[in-house]
């Protein structure tokens, strides 16, 4: 029973938190400049002001309320929901056409969960100090010390998840006036469960679960395999040149020099571990590719580093394809995009935007449709003549409120009956139903199978609707 337990406890590892070293290089500059980037654009688009007619001025707004989103002067509608459809399968496809090519370049640069924990890695790094000052701060017993840096640390965490939460609903709401109603109590209630749990779920997965994320709950990590191919680039360790013949050492007295180390069989790699020190995800990439790697390439700026220290060549860890590094004699790392499958993804992706962008330029002012009343399909009146019933739908997708004329063509004009309405008007962005009946005498009615419903706006220069539509006798 004891050796039963024994072995299944064997099973679990106790986690250790991962404590990364900072780096300087490429990799690193390129990683802060995206994290500038999308945190300038995320934190400060909700208070650009952008004017607007009939909503707040404000440049991207999601009005829930009025079920329109405002993009700069983009109104999407609820009846553009096939636009939603095209970007989701724009961002698919781009997601593997990028992967084909340099594998999982979206992880290591451009998630949420790597900027976010990136940010609060560097806070831990300003409040605790560098890697082994925070080792040591783990290590030591709570006191006074432990208990001021990292409860600093973890408030200035969750202010950040506030202010996350705080934006992102934002984007559904008239920023200033959000900032003000929140503060003061007057906000909707769902706002403030928003905000609380985005800023709880903000807080856990980057403050605190971190690498976990990316190697647990992330589904991505576990599929990438199927869309990786031999020549995709991935960080990768050349380790016939870090191994050598008998291994890699310290670059201990007689093995200092690139070739006393050749002379006696031993690579390049010297086994310093700052690779694994970077690692945000703590894993070791001379054990090869593993799907815990994010790509992020900060092994590459350490290994660069440590290289120029002890004057070996840079490139022991690189961007590199499989196939390149199996060959006998490898070439420059390059981008092989000359495939069946990247190619594919790239023609899915032009098509697709293509598409989108189209839809979104020949798209009208006034969307129109007709829905003839079916119960029952037609009456007939007591002159002998046939009457139908329709409902017309007219969406206003201006800034500015707008009258129509309802008319028809292909019938007598006297035949529409709208009532006492002769002109329907529709405030901006709203949209509004009203009925119409056709009357057409027996003889007409008969040989009437179709004719049209015409929606004239009244403004100058707008484009007049055509709606064919059935007429029903028999």
Known sequence: MEASKASQSALYAKHIPIFTRSVKG??????????????SVYFLLPWMPWERASSPSQALLFDLSTRRFFIFDLIVYPQDIFWLAMLLFIAAALLFFAT????????GYFCFQTLWTDLFIMVEKAIQGERPARLRLYKQPWNAEKILKIGSSHFLMLLISFWTAFTFAAYFNYAPDFLVNLFTGHAADAAYITVAALTVTTYVAAGLLRENICTLACPYARFQGVMYE???????????????????????????????????GHGDCIDCGFCVQVCPTGIDIRNGLQYQCISCGLCIDA????????????????????????????????LEWKRLKVLGYAVAIVVMTGTLFYNIGTRTNVEVSVQQVRQPMFIMLSDGSFRNRYQIHIVNKTEHDETYKISVSGIPADALDMGNIPQVHVRAGKDLTVNAKVNLEHELAERTKTFNFVVEPQTAGAETITLPTNFNSK
């Not at 008998?246 to 007689?254: D, N």
């Open 26 to 39: 490429k990799y690193r500059n390129f990683k802060t400049a995206v994290m500038i980037v999308a945190y």
């Open 303 to 334: 290994c660069n580093n440590i290289m120029d220290s002890v004057g070996y060549p840079r490139g022991l860890i690189r961007y590199d394809s499989e196939k390149n590094l199996a060959d006998a004699t490898p070439h420059a790392p390059r």
């Open 230 to 264: 031999p020549d995709t680039l991935a960080v990768s360790y050349d380790a016939k040149r870090g191994e050598g013949l008998v291994g890699r050492t310290l670059p201990i007295a007689g093995l200092k020099t690139r070739e006393e180390r050749q002379a006696k």
């Open 100 to 107: 084909g090519l340099i594998g999982r370049a979206w992880c």
